[in-house]
């Protein structure tokens, strides 16, 4: 008899899992169960689909339903929510339109992905406040900034049209609360909109997973070009009209009225389901699972943002709910329920943004306090130079933040920002992570050169010689 993987979620990591499970094992059974509509899709687009540069949803699906269930073979169920598990039976619970039904399975995925989390605030719930998790929500955005942007005598016109018409008219005036990289992109999307953005930070630097040096850089730039930044202000609460839309919002430094708000205050992983079935979570709150990616039920893995990862630096678990995370150990698994175990790896909280044309990315760990927690003696260099030679055009500031142990020289993280190609560079830093490359080892790197590309020494290269 054909074994029947199970998998629970139809995005990154499980639709990851699914397709290489079948593909190394085309005899096996796999089912998908999804809980909404959309399934593989490109949700880090979703900014961009609000900013209008990608204009239709579903140019941000990777795969159709249709080329799924067809070309895939996989038995894809959508809106078929799974609400219990049972690892004694080896059964899910699932719920659709119809009532209930059980599911038996031999290998069972939980990618279950993670949940925006809101402030605990009054005026959360009311109209024009929005997160940016699903599809869903990237159109509800966008709707709400396009409601009031095209009237009728506009209706028919050309799109180039009515987007000139949306940039002459009187900004909408939008609250982003949170500083992270969703909060950040946010901003910058908002105000190429034409809006005038109010940018909400608890703490007193955006990205708090960034250092100070770097974050500053950011903050320069995002004032520069009209982001208004409440830094050291934690919002208080949403005020809210007699329509029920949100008015204003309150913050530690006063009341700012607004037409909308998005929140972009983080996430957390969505484990319910394994811990009423019983499946151990670990320290950072979401699933544990050991190097295969297996939970502590047997044949019951959990991959990408509902899971925990091993940190390549620390050596601990981790939480980083990261796409290509996401990909990689639902692959993994994919690959290991299909008969050949896979390693899915660790993470080394590689990350990059872009903020109004500055490109933002961090790897590893900078935080100095933090390292300590774990054992290190860190010590951090900041150094700006230029992103290619100083006499090429086009060359332009690139900080660089980086962190080694002074007691080893092992390299701990860095991070970096600039306008001219800066973001990418992290990927040089992130390997040497992966090596545990020593911060001289890092300095001896053979990286290419060529005028319009970098100085003789890239910026990653001067900042480990000027740490070393
Ligand atoms: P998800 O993509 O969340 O998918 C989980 C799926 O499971 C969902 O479709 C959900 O409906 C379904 N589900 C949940 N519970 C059940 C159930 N009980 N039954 C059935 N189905 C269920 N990452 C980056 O690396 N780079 C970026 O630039 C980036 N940008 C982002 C921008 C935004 C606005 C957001 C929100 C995220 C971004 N991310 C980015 C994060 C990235 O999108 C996630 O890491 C990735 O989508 C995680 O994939 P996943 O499969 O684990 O979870």
Known sequence: MTDTFVVVGGDA??????????????DLEVVVFEKGEWVSYGACGMPYYVEGTVADLD??????????????DIDLRRFHEVVAVDTVARTVTVRNEDGTFEQGYDHLLLATGAAPTTPPVEGVDLDCVFTLSSLDDAEGIREALEAEEVTEDLVGSSEGAVVQFIRDRDPKRVAVVGGGYIGLEMADVLRTRGCSVHLF?????????????????????????????HLGSAVEGIEGDAAGDAEAVVAEDGRTEVDMVVLGTGVR??????EEAGIDLGPTGAIATDEYRETSAPDVYAAGDCAEAVNVVTGEVDYVPLALTANRHGRAVGQTVAGTPTLAGGVARTAISMVVEMEVARTGIT?????????????????????????????????????????????????IAGTDRAGKRIDTVAAALHEEATVAELERYDLAYAPPFSPVWDPVLTAAKVLN
């Open 13 to 26: 990591a499980g639709m990851s899992a699914a397709s290489k499970a079948k593909r190394d094992h085309p």
């Open 59 to 72: 140019e941000l699906i990777s795969l159709t339903p249709e080329e799924i269930i067809e070309d895939r």
């Open 201 to 229: 930070q608890r703490s007193d630097h955006v990205l708090s997973h960034y250092d100070e040096d770097v974050a500053t850089v950011v903050e320069e730039h995002l004032r520069e070009h009209g982001v208004t930044l």
């Open 269 to 274: 992983p969505r484990t319910a389901l394994a």
């Open 367 to 415: 935080d100095e306090d933090e390292a300590r927690e774990y054992g290190f003696d860190p010590v951090s260099r900041t150094v700006t130079t230029k992103s290619r030679s100083g006499y090429y055009p086009g060359s332009e500031p690139i900080t660089v933040h980086m962190t080694a142990c002074r007691r080893t020289g092992r390299l701990l993280g860095a991070s």
